[in-house]
């Protein structure tokens, strides 16, 4: 869930480049993962690491190019009052994630 959050942030920079990437070397590493858990025996646990490996392999793919056009925007200060409210809604949008991870 976490991998679309840059996803979408990419597709707003229309850097769908720094999409295909991310995929391609997330798929890299699940196809690695799942040959080398067949061939060494690692069965289910193997597949599940390899998930994991290439989901946050995906991940870091898609946040380096995001970070390096985030950088060259114009930094703004926020009224505290805006940031409070941002801090409400992302706080309680966590919570709703993670509640959703648990179900």
């Known amino acids: 869930m976490i991998t679309f959050i840059p996803s979408q942030a990419n597709a707003a920079a229309e850097n769908l480049a720094a999409n295909t990437r991310?995929?391609?070397i997330g798929m890299a590493i699940n196809v690695a993962a799942v040959v080398l858990s067949l061939v060494l025996g690692w069965d289910l646990m193997g597949i599940a690491v390899g998930v994991f490996l290439y989901r946050a392999g995906e991940l870091v793919a898609k946040l380096i190019p995001l970070q390096r056009w985030a950088r060259t925007l114009?930094?703004?200060?926020?009224?505290p009052d805006i940031r409070r409210r941002m801090f409400t809604f992302s706080g309680r949008s966590t919570g709703l994630m993670l509640l959703q991870i648990l179900v």
């Open 22 to 24: 991310g995929s391609l």
């Open 74 to 79: 114009p930094s703004v200060p926020l009224s």
